[in-house]
């Protein structure tokens, strides 16, 4: 079955800390991996997708196929970097996405 | 048990007709949403319901209607389909508002009007 398991709910860490927000996949093809984050009261953001292997906002994600695994990573957060981040699967060739349940990122100055 | 289920998966329809995707979700949230996926993947929120009342209502054509029995499901009706209403639809629900706690969301409902 595919599904896309974000482990920890809520995820708090200092100013300048390094981040790394989990994300494991299950599906037994080659999915296209995607990480969306929504700030307080605004819209669901795409924040980036793996087969585009950009960075933004600082934020970077690998996909490894081995540990079935997109973690997202940062290297000094930011307070504006408070918000949920989701985690995406999407077949190939398809337009379904399945998400995982979030993860809430808490940066403290 | 599926968390949040959205039925139909798929739905192809003509030009205007009026269709209805449901959605039910069983974690006794309080809170339901419907987003519209466009072609790059960007979801776009159209309607939010908290306890069966409206919260949230972005800039959606008036042939959208969301309808809420109860807080358990969230309906959404589209009158006049247009080929411009071609998209997946994904229904969503969280305990609180989205900002405070984690989402679930359904498996999306793939819609095309020829």
């Known amino acids: 079955a595919q599904r896309v398991t974000q482990p920890e709910k809520l995820l708090s860490v200092f100013k300048g800390a390094p981040v790394e927000l989990k994300c494991n996949y299950s599906?037994?093809?080659?999915?296209?991996l995607f990480w969306y984050v929504q700030y307080s009261r605004q819209r669901l953001q795409l924040l980036l997708r793996?087969?585009s292997r950009e960075s933004i906002k600082g934020f970077t994600a690998d996909l490894n196929k081995g540990e079935t695994s997109f973690h997202l990573k940062k290297p000094f957060a930011q307070e504006e970097d408070s918000a949920m981040y989701y985690c995406?699967?999407?077949?190939?060739?398809?337009?379904?996405?399945?998400f995982g349940t979030g993860t809430r990122l808490q940066v403290f100055p | 048990d599926t968390a949040v289920s959205q039925t139909p998966k798929y739905l192809v329809t003509q030009m205007g007709n009026d269709k209805s995707i449901k959605c039910e979700q069983n974690?006794?949230?309080?809170?339901m949403y419907w987003y519209k996926q466009d072609s790059k993947k960007f979801l776009k929120i159209m309607f939010s319901?908290?306890?069966?009342?409206?919260?949230i209502n972005e800039t959606v054509p008036n042939r959208f209607s969301p309808k809420s029995p109860d807080k358990a499901h969230l309906n959404l009706h589209i009158n006049s389909l247009e080929l411009g209403d071609s998209a997946v639809y994904f229904c969503?629900?969280?305990?609180?508002?989205?900002?405070?706690?984690?989402?679930?969301f359904g498996q999306g409902t793939r819609l095309t009007v020829v």
């Open positions: 599906y037994s093809g080659s999915p296209e």
């Open positions: 974690l006794g949230h309080d809170t």
């Open positions: 793996h087969i």
């Open positions: 319901y908290n306890n069966k009342e409206l919260i």
């Open positions: 969503a629900s969280s305990q609180q508002e989205l900002m405070n706690t984690e989402a679930f």
């Open positions: 995406a699967l999407s077949a190939p060739n398809t337009d379904k996405l399945i």
